[in-house]
């Protein structure tokens, strides 16, 4: 049974930092392209970054850039997203995915998700 986890959301005060993690189970953690999406209310799920096993291929949402970044402990099979600079707008529920497409950054090329972590940046 594949399982995504995320842990790491809260309450942030604009300007600060957060980190994100995703524990991966069920699956073969270097075959799968791994990612985050955010969803904040009343707004459809959109894509934020994501890499492969070895960091050499990565997508990022280009008005992210700078802000966030992602990487991942293959022993551990987690994978995380560090944010920076955090903004009220920023506030959503961040959603791990995984996805048999190098590159993929829709989310109907996701295949596996988890069930997400709200986080909440106060201004």
């Known amino acids: 049974q594949v399982q995504l986890v995320e842990s790491g959301g809260g309450l942030v005060q604009a300007g600060g930092s957060l980190r994100l993690s995703c524990a991966v189970s069920g699956l073969t953690f270097k075959d799968i392209y791994t990612g985050w999406f955010r969803q904040a209310p009343g707004e459809e799920r959109e894509f934020v970054i994501a890499?492969?096993?070895?960091?050499?291929?990565?997508s990022v949402r280009e008005r992210l850039k700078g802000r966030v970044t992602i990487s991942r402990d293959n022993a551990k099979n987690t994978v995380y997203l560090q944010m920076t600079s955090l903004r009220p707008d920023d506030t959503a529920v961040y959603y791990c995915?995984?996805?048999?497409?190098?590159?993929?950054?829709?989310?109907?090329?996701?295949?596996?998700w988890g069930h997400g972590t709200q986080v909440t940046v106060s201004s």
């Open positions: 890499t492969n096993w070895n960091g050499l291929t990565e």
């Open positions: 995915a995984g996805s048999t497409v190098l590159g993929a950054t829709q989310s109907s090329q996701y295949n596996f």
